[in-house]
């Protein structure tokens, strides 16, 4: 199906991100609300996950249970895709990582890549991106893009909040990625900030400006 998009309203995840959103809320408080926000959007985004059947021997008896054969590559945007990162390793551990390190010269008016680095063996594979704002959708296009060119298989992008612009670029672009998130927002300023976001999420999680 094209142009999949999950906005996850559950209570606790609502609550979370109201506590985000909170300019008082510090950097250390901030980190461990992404990872607990990552752990949920990873349990979401896996509930098809492929399974098959294994023999196995309980207390009591021998029967058969479900197992993950082959676990998705997950893909973080540095930097505030590692926000989420650790949360969604908490619920998939043997998920092999990869990073891509992409940012908006605005000089050159262009995304410019500085870091990419995938696992081996990834063509065919399943991606988690990860990447806590889409904003404009800039960055997460050029990321889909330098994916697609190593042959990988369904890319579902796990992001905390979206604008209405950036979602529709992205599935104008690429119509074949899902998208799990936990708020649609109103839009962007002038400045291309989420409204009415949680400002800027790298900064955010590391004390930086």
Aim: with cysteine.
């Amino acid at each position: 199906m094209a142009n999949e998009f999950y906005e996850i309203k559950h209570p606790v995840l609502q609550h979370k991100l109201t506590l985000l959103r909170d300019v008082n809320t510090n950097s250390r408080a901030f980190r461990d609300i992404m990872n607990e926000i990552g752990r949920f959007l990873a349990y979401e985004s896996t509930k098809e996950l492929p399974t098959k059947q294994m023999e196995v021997t309980t207390p009591i008896e021998a029967t058969t249970a479900d197992y993950i054969e082959k676990y998705p590559i997950v893909v973080s945007v540095l930097r505030a895709g590692n926000g989420l990162l650790d949360g969604v390793l908490d619920t998939l551990p043997f998920s092999a990582v990869g990073f891509v390190g992409m940012y908006r010269d605005k000089f050159i008016n262009n995304t410019v890549e500085y870091y990419f680095k995938l696992p081996e063996k990834c063509d065919g594979r399943d991606i988690l991106l990860l990447d806590p704002m889409l904003a404009t959708g800039d960055t997460a296009i050029a990321a889909i893009d330098r994916l697609k060119q190593y042959g990988v298989g369904k890319i579902t992008m796990l992001t905390v909040l979206v604008s209405p612009e950036g979602l529709e670029r992205l599935h104008h672009f690429h119509p074949d990625v899902i998208i799990y998130t936990v708020s649609k927002e109103k839009g962007l300023n002038e400045k291309g900030y989420l409204l009415p976001g949680l400002g800027d999420a790298g900064d955010r999680l590391y004390s930086t400006k």
